[in-house]
């Protein structure tokens, strides 16, 4: 009589709710974006359930065009606070770069040299600040504060008063609107070249995270620096083309934001660094390093301008609320980031 048998157990695969919570155990660095897609998501049918026509194609297009530099910013950001720094000068370097470019072209500079020039200010900036964190130890936090006051002093030498682009100059063509769909009414899909410049930098920015050794290199820093090192990977260059990296996408940032508003003033990007580093956290980017995903700091970027939209669409709202709210979203992402990275430990 021959014996039977039994087919080895298999585990049961959960489904539903559970399925998805096992996924994001095993995947908790991605929970943090993806509560940050979820916020955005909320916030846009709260505000079409609130106050109506913002879930429509100039809403999104204007939401787009306002936060480009925003989003670049955020891009720059989130290169830095993977290998666990810091970037405190990208607003001031948009003060120096957008007020001197403007001066070179109303003193008959070719505007795309200008636009050339702002960029590489800003990596001139971003240079300095590499040398200092990687050759002569300065924590990121103090090099980069020290650049900060630089680029806003060297901004408030060259001018004290607004500075507006010449009349029919080039350089308002980056900030032209180009109309895709002709909607009824206003309700258009406008876009910008600043807008593509943004969107260009992003696929960018996600290949060489993502694709390159570099990347690679970005987020092992992050993880553990010292291990970076034994294992042979370029940590000092790394580190050092991060804030390049961030300096030069700032000065891009000032030629998008200059483009689109005409002027440029001493004062201007004065808090930019906490949105872009606001931006960068709610995105799902770790404080601590090495962790985050670039599209996470874009949807970070477009959760800050929804918000100010829903302020303005309220009205009873006061702007200065808005760095409350700012903040208190920001505090929740920064527990959810412990929470996270306790539970990595674990």
Do not use: C
Not at 93 to 107: E, H, P
Not at 156 to 175: D, F, N, Y
Not at 255 to 263: I, K
Not at 301 to 323: C, K, N, Q, S, Y
């Amino acid at each position: 009589m021959s014996s039977l048998t039994a087919p080895p157990a298999t585990p049961e695969t959960p489904s539903g709710p559970r399925s998805i919570a096992k996924r994001l155990s095993l995947h908790l660095d991605a929970l943090p974006t993806v509560a940050s897609i979820v916020i955005f998501v909320a916030m846009i049918v709260f505000g079409e359930l609130a106050y109506g026509r913002i879930l429509q194609f100039n809403t999104m297009s204007n939401l787009l065009i306002n936060n480009a530099h925003l989003v670049i910013l955020a891009v720059a950001l989130t290169f830095v606070i993977l290998t666990g720094g810091i970037d405190l000068s990208v607003g001031a370097i948009i003060a120096f770069s957008s007020v001197s470019g403007v001066m070179l072209i109303n003193a008959g500079w070719n505007p795309w040299l200008v636009v050339v020039l702002m960029i590489l200010m800003g990596s001139a900036f971003g240079a300095i600040s590499g040398v200092l964190v990687q050759y002569f130890g300065v924590q990121p936090f103090i090099a980069t504060l020290a650049m900060m006051f630089l680029g806003r002093g060297l901004a408030s030498i060259l001018s004290t008063v607004p500075e507006r682009v010449a009349e029919g100059s080039q350089l308002m063509l980056l900030g032209e609107k180009i109309k895709l769909v002709d909607g009824p009414k206003v309700n258009d899909v406008v876009i910008t070249p600043g807008v593509i410049i943004a969107v260009v930098v992003v696929i960018a920015a996600f290949l060489v995270l993502h694709r390159t050794r570099m990347g690679r290199t970005v987020y092992a820093i992050g993880g553990s620096e010292h291990s970076a090192a034994l294992m042979g990977l370029p940590v000092a260059a790394t580190k050092l083309w991060v804030y390049i990296i961030s300096g030069s996408l700032s000065g891009l940032a000032a030629v998008v934001y200059t483009a689109r508003l005409g002027s440029a003033q001493n004062i201007t990007g004065i808090g930019w660094e906490l949105d872009a580093i606001a931006a960068a956290v709610i995105g799902g980017t770790l404080l601590t390093g090495g962790a985050g995903f670039v599209l996470g700091s874009v949807v970070g970027a477009l959760v800050l301008g929804l918000m100010i939209v829903l302020i303005t669409r309220d009205g009873g709202v006061p702007p200065e609320a808005t760095t409350i709210i700012t903040g208190g979203i920001l505090l929740v992402f920064v527990l959810l980031q412990r929470a996270v990275t306790a539970r990595r430990r674990e």
